[in-house]
């Protein structure tokens, strides 16, 4: 198995190299002669169409041809290739394969990633940081981290989200991602370590990504993470895209800003700046002074369905709503379905929202962690709504994350961490619940009935 892995891996990356090195050079007529090629070749028809639908978008959409212009074009050769090695050949050609097998062998699910943090150290002290509640700060050891990614691959794991805390901020970042080279590492940052050092190291790595937190234009982002922050970070990007890094953002979305950093205006900023792909995180009330009126209101998240999805398909910007994106995951993705969390006191939570634990990975291996009953009580109610508009266990289905911590013994990861399904908050995020229900349950069915319509 380790010399087919390394075959596959030898081959698939002499081969992507020379297909990158084709692509670039002319990509508006090699990328369809390589589509139509791979077509004919192909074998399974599932993937038949794969590359059928990537083909017509490619030949019929203007924004998918600019997008993948801007990923062939903008980013140093070095980090496209070191990325789509480690995404591609590793996590999918190796990893998948791995995964499978060892799911049947162990009889237990592995998730596609896992959400790291390896420091609470963190330079800012922003509101709502669900990392802001904890009084203790603690940091993963190099030995630890080491152990954990090197179980993870042998389990067919070999991509990796880091949060924190703030994880350049941890001391052995750059020598664990050198050490684990063949892994790709994406990092919620604050953006604010990054200087030109530290822009150079990245690239001379190529197995890293940040993706900086922005609240929106300068005087939301300075409200919410501090004076002259935003101006931090402009120069941050700058720094990243001059060097032809592979980056993003990350925006948490609130009842104030969701207009502002889904406006014409700010996507374009943020593609001006080099941003490839962006992810949003509806407020969530946990944390640092968690403040239930900056939760999105019904007609709010609907806007942001469309808006979305109209964002997608007019800009060279792969942007993610971990929330409306339910039915492209099928509902929700953590509990070790597609990821879990790692605190940076080794305690295992099913979400970096849901701050509940069982296990430590101190004391467990990684294996024994995905047995938790945490996870399993999680994994046996998923997805949680038929409605995968609805498909959190806080926010959308409020009784599930109560039913689960208390069926598993689950304890509070800090102290007041169970506030979020104490009596007085479980009867208010279930009357906000209902009133999304009422708002969304018509969409999701125009959706299905679509949807059936073109199959």
């Known amino acids: 198995m380790v010399n087919l892995n390394f075959a596959k891996k030898y081959v698939g990356e002499k081969i992507l190299q020379e297909t990158l090195n084709y692509l670039v050079k002319n990509p508006e007529q090699n990328i369809p002669k390589l589509a139509a090629l ?11 169409k794969i590359i059928e639908a990537i083909l017509q978008s490619y030949n019929q959409n203007l ?80 030995e630890l981290l080491d152990r954990i990614l090197t179980e993870a691959k042998e389990l067919g794991i070999y991509w990796i989200v880091m949060s924190g805390g703030e994880p350049f901020a941890y001391p052995h ?45 300068k005087e939301q982002t300075d409200a919410r993470r501090g004076e002259s922050v935003f101006d931090k970070i402009v120069s941050a990007m700058d720094r990243l895209h001059s060097r032809g890094v592979l980056f993003g953002v990350s925006l948490t979305i609130t009842r ?34 968690p403040n239930t009126d900056l939760m999105l209101k019904p007609d709010q998240r609907a806007y942001l369905i469309e808006r979305v999805n109209h964002l997608r ?69 998923q997805p949680f709504c038929e409605n995968h508009l609805r498909p959190c266990p806080i926010i959308d289905n ?14 509070p990861l800090y102290p007041g961490a169970d506030a979020i399904i104490s009596e007085d908050t479980n009867v208010f995020l279930n009357k906000k619940a209902a009133q999304w229900a009422k708002v969304s349950d018509p969409i999701w069915d125009k959706k299905v009935k679509k949807s059936e319509a073109i199959k």
């Not at 791979?38 to 038949?48: R, Y």
């Not at 050769?77 to 480690?86: H, L």
């Not at 942007?319 to 953590?334: P, V």
């Not at 979400?351 to 634990?357: L, M």
Request: net charge neutral; hydrophobic share 35%.
């Open 398 to 411: 409020p009784d599930a994350l109560k039913e689960i911590v208390e069926e598993s013994g689950a304890h």
């Open 63 to 142: 924004n998918t041809r600019k997008y993948i212009n801007r990923v062939l074009t903008e980013i140093n050769p070095y980090v496209r290739q070191k990325m789509v090695t480690n995404f591609v050949i590793n996590n999918w050609l190796i990893g998948v394969p791995q995964k499978k097998k060892k799911i049947e062998e162990l009889g237990v699910n592995i998730p596609f990633t896992i959400l790291i943090d390896p420091t609470s150290a963190c330079n800012l002290r922003c509101e709502g940081c669900w990392a802001g509640a904890q009084m203790k700060h603690d940091t993963l050891s190099y």
């Open 313 to 381: 398909t007019h800009n060279p910007l792969m942007l993610m709503d971990f929330w409306n994106d339910g039915e492209y995951t099928q509902g929700c993705i953590a509990g070790g379905r597609s990821y879990f969390h790692i605190t940076p006191s080794g305690k295992v939570t099913p979400c970096a929202f849901a701050q509940f634990t069982c296990d430590n990975i101190k004391e467990k291996s990684l294996l024994d962690v995905l047995k938790s009953p945490l996870f399993t009580a999680y994994q046996k109610r």
């Open 256 to 289: 104030e800003n969701y207009k502002e950093v889904t406006s014409d205006n700010f996507i374009e900023f943020l593609i001006n700046k080099g941003a490839i792909y962006g992810w949003s995180f509806h407020y969530i009330p946990i944390g640092r002074n």
């Open 173 to 217: 970042l750059f020598e664990i991602a050198e050490k684990h080279n063949d892994m790709a590492f994406m990092l919620y940052t604050n953006g604010t370590f990054i200087n030109n050092e530290v822009a150079g190291k990245i690239v001379e790595l190529g197995n890293i990504t940040p993706a900086i937190s922005l609240e929106g234009w």
């Open 38 to 48: 791979l077509k004919k070749i192909a074998v399974n028809k599932n993937h038949k």
